[in-house]
């Protein structure tokens, strides 16, 4: 099994701000990472896949890097409408896995 | 468009088994590549993978919950079942199913199932 470390756990941040949100594997994985936004109440939303790709519709705003190990997931502009939970998640072998979330409030 | 809609009880006692199925369209799991994942969220928690099957009818599953779980699906009926036996109240959670490419790129609406007797 691969396990994720994500951190932090909580962000607190304001409009305008550039953040940053962490997720680490106990090992490598190449590209094969996820990133999605989940607002309470409704399903997750797909929004970085093979690391640092922009799923369709998904703000520029928002980007992936990392690779291996080291995975990164930075909002360049916080809008009001990105205070949500953050996931990742690795598809690289089976089991798949989550990170255990962020949670992105307002400062 | 692709969509996915969960179904199942809502409500189901302890040790009996739950049966969710997940009905899509807008894609055929009989092509290839595709793949459908259940996922499922305590409340106030996090997202837990559960099982994957894919267009060649090969299945995963959790390493914890194996023993517990079947996935199948009828490319017929454009449906994927899950089934977990011996329900406990601990297993209490919103139940996912999603299509996945790369990445779980569409989701249902989820379905809330609670464990009680």
């Known amino acids: 099994v691969i396990w994720m470390t994500q951190s932090p756990s909580l962000l607190s941040a304001s409009t305008g701000d550039r953040v940053t949100i962490s997720c680490r594997m106990s090992q490598g994985i190449s590209s094969y990472l996820a990133w999605y936004q989940q607002k309470p109440g409704k399903a997750p939303e797909l929004l970085i896949y093979a690391a640092s790709t922009l799923q369709s519709g998904v703000p520029s705003r928002f980007s992936g890097s990392g690779s291996g190990t080291d995975f990164t997931l930075t909002i360049s502009c916080l809008q009001s409408e990105d205070f949500a939970t953050y996931y990742c998640q690795q598809y690289y072998s089976f089991p798949q896995t989550f990170g255990q979330g962020t949670k992105l409030e307002i400062k | 468009q692709v969509t996915l809609r969960e179904s199942g009880p809502a409500l189901v006692k302890p040790t009996q088994t739950l049966t969710l199925t997940c009905t899509f369209s807008?894609?055929?799991?009989?092509?290839?590549?595709?793949?459908v994942s259940w996922i499922r969220q305590p409340p106030g928690k996090a997202l837990e993978w559960l099982a994957l099957i894919d267009w060649d009818d090969d299945k995963y599953y959790s390493t914890s919950l194996k023993t517990r779980l079947t996935i199948s699906k009828d490319t017929s009926k454009n449906q994927v079942v899950l089934t977990m036996t011996n329900m406990d109240p601990v297993d209490t959670a919103t139940y996912y199913c999603a299509r996945q490419l790369t990445g779980l790129d569409y989701w249902g609406q989820g379905t809330l199932v609670t464990v009680s007797s």
């Open positions: 807008g894609f055929s799991l009989s092509t290839s590549g595709m793949c």
